[in-house]
């Protein structure tokens, strides 16, 4: 029972990418005229725009490939946690929650208000926290963010702990109308055979 709801981006010329990347388009490449039968579109985009996934590749050359993901880590049980107003997420924030047992966990921060620009400054993750959430049995961490790191991060400290903890990322999610809670998750990557990153479809089902 329950209805799937959307939790991606839409994508489009409006969405925001991060400064200096490739931006979003989309046009009919053959036309209908012209092929006598069909439209056939291309999309021409930085696969780190709207909601997706980052491969260990983006951020380390042994990293793997998208194709290389276990697809488990992208369907099933995740539970959303509401953390606003935090200038960073860490042990402490996360503490008072009963955690224990969470495969996939979803942030709901609120700091990214206006998504038809790329944001200022975010709330990013704490290194420290890998460590804490691998102990709970987490091996996904989504967030409502373009980044785990702060945006001017040329370490990607964040990146490489929860990588190292084997915990995968999801960026970009919409959550501004989910509660705090259990759901199911559905958020695939593409089978990109030599990608850092890809496009995800993120939907959730409210779970009783
Ligand atoms: N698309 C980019 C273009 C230029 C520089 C960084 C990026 C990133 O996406 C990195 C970011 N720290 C990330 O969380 O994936
Ligand atoms: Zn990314
Ligand atoms: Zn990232």
């Not at 994508?11 to 039968?37: C, H, I």
């Not at 929650?97 to 944001?119: C, H, M, Y």
């Amino acid at each position: 029972m329950g209805i799937w709801i959307d939790i991606s981006q839409r994508l489009d010329e409006n969405v925001a990418v991060w400064p200096g990347d490739t931006p979003f388009s989309y046009k009919v490449n053959w036309s209908k005229v012209e092929s006598g039968s069909v439209n056939v579109g291309q999309i021409n985009m930085s696969l780190h725009t709207g909601t997706h996934i980052d491969a260990p590749f983006h951020f380390d050359n042994d990293g793997k490939r998208v194709i290389d993901l276990d697809l488990d880590l992208y369907i099933g049980n995740a539970t959303v946690i509401h953390l606003p107003n935090r200038t960073s997420i860490g042990v402490n924030e996360l503490s008072n929650l009963n955690l224990q047992g969470v495969t996939r966990l979803l942030i709901r921060t609120d700091a990214w208000k206006d998504r038809s620009e790329f944001p200022q400054t975010i709330p990013h993750i704490q290194p420290e926290l890998a460590a804490y959430l691998s102990e709970l049995g987490v091996r996904l961490i989504g967030l409502d963010l373009p980044s785990v790191d702060p945006l001017d991060s040329k370490e990607l400290s964040a990146h490489h702990e929860l990588a190292s903890h084997r915990i995968h990322i999801l960026e970009g999610l919409v959550l501004d109308d989910i509660g705090p809670g259990n759901y199911k998750l559905a958020a695939l990557p593409l089978p990109l055979v030599e990608a850092d990153g890809s496009p995800v479809r993120a939907v959730l089902k409210k779970l009783l």
